[in-house]
């Protein structure tokens, strides 16, 4: 329904009750309603902020797929979800795989690529064959779900890969995450020009108290964690839904593309 003074949409929109919402009237957004029946794909959905991604975007009316190569996390995950989420069981790397698993979407509107995981080695001591397989999956993982999925976009739709706080905050003794990370966040810039109009986007988390955490840091979990909050500006680690907030917005606002999101406490500045 149009408001008759100035054409403004009213209901519809639901901004506009009063006629003065302060909006450019040209521009019909309403981020609560941008996700609703889309479908969303999330890469790495069984845990930590792919699973935080699966959760708000169900809650925003979406329609989610969630892939990841462990079955009986990934039937944890859904069951945590209501069971309302469509799951496959895929490894990123494997792009025959990762075709079957989204031969259910004709159409797709967002992906969030979450899976990766952090490596430790030093550039000296350690294979750096077999480390490089980690930077070159993180990448190639992403190309091919490009590759598979491109075709099936609307105008506005988006990928969003993850970085990290490494890309700019070295760790010594870390060469293989931050290389990876740095390099997908310029694959997110790259594409961005490459396959416009579809947009691409990353998040750079800091320190996110997840799963992931787990095997790197076993009992020594809590004292490590407690020790990085003290040191950052915020006093604590990023829980995975706030970084999965910076996900959906990237998803939402179709004017971002190329962009890196910092979710990080402050991390970069001490
Ligand atoms: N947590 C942090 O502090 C932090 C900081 C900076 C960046 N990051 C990055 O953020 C991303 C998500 O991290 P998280 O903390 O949420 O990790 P997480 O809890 O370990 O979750 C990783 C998810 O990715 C899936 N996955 C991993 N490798 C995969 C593959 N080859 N193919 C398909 N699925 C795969 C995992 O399931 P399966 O193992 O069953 O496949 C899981 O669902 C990662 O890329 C990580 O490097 C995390």
Redesign the pocket.
């Known amino acids: 329904m149009l408001n008759d003074k100035d054409g403004i949409p009213t209901k519809e929109w639901g901004f506009y009750e009063n006629g003065n919402s302060g909006m450019n009237p040209a521009v019909k957004t309403n981020s609560s309603l941008a996700l609703q029946s889309q479908n969303i794909v999330v ?9 935080a991604v699966a959760e708000l975007a169900l809650a925003a009316g979406a329609i989610v797929t969630l ?4 079955p009986e ?2 039937k944890a ?1 859904a069951a945590s979800l209501g069971g309302k989420v469509a799951t496959r069981v ?4 494997d792009p025959v795989a990762l075709e079957v698993a989204l031969a259910h979407l004709t159409r797709i509107d967002h992906v969030y690529v ?5 490596h430790f080695a030093h550039a000296h001591k350690d294979s750096a064959t077999e480390k490089f397989t980690a930077i070159q ?1 993180r990448i190639l ?1 992403s190309i091919h779900a490009v590759r598979i999925a491109a075709g099936r976009f609307p105008p506005g739709g988006s990928f969003v890969f ?5 890309t700019d905050r070295p760790v010594a003794g870390a060469w293989v ?1 931050c290389v990876a ?1 740095a390099a997908t966040e310029q694959l997110a810039r790259t594409l961005a020009l490459d396959l416009a109009p579809l947009r691409f986007n990353a998040i ?10 787990d095997p790197l840091l076993g009992e020594n979990k809590a004292a490590v964690f407690a020790s990085v909050a003290e040191k950052l500006p915020v006093r604590r680690l990023a829980t ?1 839904h706030e970084v999965a907030e910076a996900v959906l917005l990237l998803m939402r606002v179709g004017s971002i593309t190329g962009e890196v999101i910092h979710i990080d406490g402050g991390g970069r500045l001490v």
Do not use: F
């Open positions: 890469l790495g959905g069984s845990s930590g902020i792919g699973l892939i990841a190569r462990n996390r990934l995950a895929a490894d990123w790397n979450a899976a990766g995981s952090a999956e993982g993850t970085g990290g706080i490494s995450t990370t750079s988390p800091g320190w996110t108290d997840t799963p992931m955490w995975a």
